[in-house]
């Protein structure tokens, strides 16, 4: 079955930087676009970023342009997202998401608090 485990978020400072990674299994990864999601307290799931399946294209949220990377590793079935220069409007539930956009499957999530 569709397996997407997030990791490494955690507490970060205002201006610090972090790597999430998505392991995936259970499907061909190289063959989808992949995205990553959040979800801050209190408010909806909203779109950060995507990837096309090959890597030739990318998008960001207008929020998060400039300072998040999204990338993937095809051969070793995972997605990452470096954040730097992070915000404390930044802090949310992260999830990696199979295809385009924030409605797909998506895993358990990972928690990223940014905080003084």
């Known amino acids: 079955q569709v397996q997407l485990v997030e990791s490494g978020g955690g507490l970060a400072q205002p201006g610090g930087s972090l790597r999430l990674s998505c392991a995936a299994s259970g499907f061909t990864f190289s063959n989808y676009a992949m995205s990553w999601a959040r979800q801050a307290p209190g408010k909806g799931l909203e779109w950060v970023s995507g990837i096309l399946s090959d890597r030739s294209g990318t998008d960001y949220a207008d929020s998060v342009k400039g300072r998040f990377t999204i990338y993937r590793d095809n051969a070793k079935n995972t997605l990452y997202l470096q954040m730097n220069s992070l915000k404390p409007e930044d802090t949310a539930l992260y999830y990696c998401?199979?295809?385009?956009?924030?409605?797909?499957?998506r895993g358990q999530g990972t928690q990223v608090t940014v905080s003084s």
């Open positions: 998401v199979k295809g385009w956009g924030a409605r797909g499957l």
